[in-house]
């Protein structure tokens, strides 16, 4: 029987782990991903966190607050920079 008990723990320990990173707060998410990023050598990027199911361009690279928000990454385009030079 402690085998048996032993062995549903330890088989569920991947749903605790994954289901701790889904409850991480977006802020401290989206620093870790921009460390990951800027550590590649990564440049001209944004991050953006919206409600999930409100995803904009870009692609989502993670998921926060128990899964109620999502992190966008896009990348700012060689076309996009004269426009940010207009908005100023």
Same mark, same amino acid.
């Given at each position: 029987?402690? #085998?048996?008990?032993?062995? !549903?723990?330890? @088989?569920? #320990? ?9 409850? =991480?707060? +977006?802020? /401290? #998410?989206?620093?870790?991903?921009? =460390?990951? !990023?800027?550590?590649? *050598? $990564? &440049? /001209?990027?944004? !991050? &953006?966190? $919206?409600?999930? *199911? ?6 989502? $690279? *993670?998921? +926060? /607050?128990? *899964? &109620? =928000? ?9 076309? @996009?920079q004269p426009n940010a030079a207009k908005k100023k």
């Amino acid at each position: 029987m402690k #085998l048996w008990v032993a062995a !549903l723990v330890l @088989s569920s #320990l991947p749903f605790v782990a994954s289901a701790q990173s889904a409850v =991480k707060p +977006c802020q /401290d #998410l989206k620093a870790e991903i921009a =460390k990951k !990023l800027d550590a590649k *050598g $990564v &440049t /001209d990027y944004t !991050l &953006t966190i $919206v409600d999930k *199911g409100k995803e904009s361009e870009g692609k989502i $690279v *993670g998921t +926060c /607050d128990g *899964g &109620t =928000k999502s992190i966008i990454y896009e990348r700012a385009t060689s076309s @996009s920079q004269p426009n940010a030079a207009k908005k100023k």
